[in-house]
Nanobody
Framework: QVQVMESGGGLVQAGGSLSLTCTASRLPFGGYVMGWFRQAPGKEREGVSCINWNGVITDYADSVLGRFTISRDNTKNTLRLQMNSLKPEDTAMYYC????????????????WGQGTQVTVSS
């Protein structure tokens, strides 16, 4: 069965950086749109960023634009999210997800999900 796994979360001070990694197995990775989502306690899951199958098209939530960068390596079935200038409001569980078709910020359209990795930004 398909397995999606995130790593790289942790505790960082405001203004710092973290790099999240997502790996997928038993999935034709290069054929899927990949997305990053996050969910803070008491809040709905929100789309952070997505990237199309070949990495040419990317999209970002306004709240992270200019600070986060999404990338993928289809030869290694790997997705990354470089997060710079982190803010306390970036604190959340971060999830990686996969879908066919076009980039979307709608979590309901994604088929495969990881278990998440916690990012905590202290002030």
């Amino acid at each position: 069965q398909v397995q999606v796994m995130e790593s790289g979360g942790g505790l960082v001070q405001a203004g710092g950086s973290l790099s999240l990694t997502c790996t997928a197995s038993r999935l034709p990775f290069g054929g899927y749109v990949m997305g990053w989502f996050r969910q803070a306690p008491g809040k709905e899951r929100e789309g952070v960023s997505c990237i199309n199958w070949n990495g040419v098209i990317t999209d970002y939530a306004d709240s992270v634009l200019g600070r986060f960068t999404i990338s993928r390596d289809n030869t290694k079935n790997t997705l990354r999210l470089q997060m710079n200038s982190l803010k306390p409001e970036d604190t959340a569980m971060y999830y990686c997800a996969a879908k066919y078709g076009a980039c979307s910020a709608s979590s309901g359209l994604y088929t495969y999900w990881g278990q998440g990795t916690q990012v905590t930004v202290s002030s």
